[in-house]
């Protein structure tokens, strides 16, 4: 398909390029146990960033905080120039609107049709018409390779094809920002690639900023620009994923990618 065909949920022309997320000395805890400590980091618009880091490292956590599904203790976080916290309810659905989420669990809803489940949340939350949500919703349905299942249920297809579905529904709100938390996890193993393959095509194909936690480190690689390794909440090396993966430069970083390669 052409990349002029395609959706480009990011697009924004002629806006330059800058930092869309930011976090700045974020701390979280949970009770007792402080699971983000004075975390910083940035990331540019339009750049794929991927999280990787042993389990209970705070990946999830940092997803959670951007969505404002939790709060920081400490610290503070923009998007797109705008402060999270505090925010009105007002500026927070503002917000909401830039990010999009897919989860390790599709979460689809079980009673609509492939096609309703993208053009809901265009249509209740945008305003946009049903007939350009049914538009898009076609486009998006050729990117992610299910044309036709359009009006198949959930519950009628393969998990990797809910998946699909699910990242359909995301960039069917032009999110500036996809957010992804171990999308293939819980796939069966040869669903994976076919998962992960829709997503490259729209990490090459879109100018959408992506944040990426992720066990596979093959497409970890492929559509990188900054790689972070996290260790009990904090960023403890960052770079590029050749550096990452061939020339880490710390022994955790090491370890944990000898455990999971
Ligand atoms: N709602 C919560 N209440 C209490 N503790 C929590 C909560 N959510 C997360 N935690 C704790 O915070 C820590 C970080 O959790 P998080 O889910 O961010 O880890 P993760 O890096 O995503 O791990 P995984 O790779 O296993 O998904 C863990 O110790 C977890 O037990
Ligand atoms: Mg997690």
Redesign the pocket.
């Known amino acids: 398909m052409p990349t002029d065909t395609l959706p480009q949920p990011g697009k924004t022309p002629g806006k330059p390029a800058g930092e869309l997320i930011r976090l700045e000395r974020v701390t979280?805890r949970?009770?007792t146990?402080t699971?983000?400590d004075h975390l910083d980091f940035s990331v540019d618009a339009g750049k794929h960033v991927t999280?990787i880091?042993?389990?209970?490292?705070?990946?999830?956590?940092?997803?959670?905080l951007l969505m404002t599904l939790?709060k920081p203790d400490e610290g503070t976080i923009t998007v797109d120039g705008q402060q999270l916290f505090p925010a009105s309810d007002k500026q927070v659905r503002e917000i909401r609107k830039k990010i999009g989420m897919v989860f390790?669990q599709f979460n689809l809803f079980p009673n609509m049709t492939v096609l309703r489940n993208i053009t809901e949340a265009p249509v209740t939350v945008l305003g946009m018409s049903r007939d350009e949500a049914g538009e898009r919703a076609r486009d998006l349905l050729d990117l992610v390779g299910l044309a036709d299942k359009r009006d198949a249920r959930p519950t009628q297809l393969s998990g990797g094809q809910q998946q699909r579905v699910a990242i359909a529904r995301a960039l069917a709100m032009r999110p500036q920002v996809l957010l992804l938390?171990?999308v293939t996890s819980a796939l069966d193993p040869e669903l994976v690639a076919g998962v992960l393959d829709v997503l490259r095509d729209i990490a090459r194909s879109t100018d959408i900023t992506m944040l990426c936690?992720t066990?596979e480190m093959g497409f970890a690689r492929d559509i990188s620009d900054q790689v972070l390794m996290?260790d009990s909440?904090r960023v403890i090396e960052a770079g590029s994923p050749e550096k990452i993966f061939n020339e880490p430069e710390q022994a955790r970083t090491r370890e944990f990618l000898s455990a999971v390669l």
Not at 53 to 64: A, C, D, E, Q, V
């Open positions: 979280k949970f009770g146990n699971v983000l999280l880091g042993p389990s209970g490292s705070g990946k999830t956590t940092i997803l959670r939790l390790q938390d171990e936690v066990h996290f909440g």
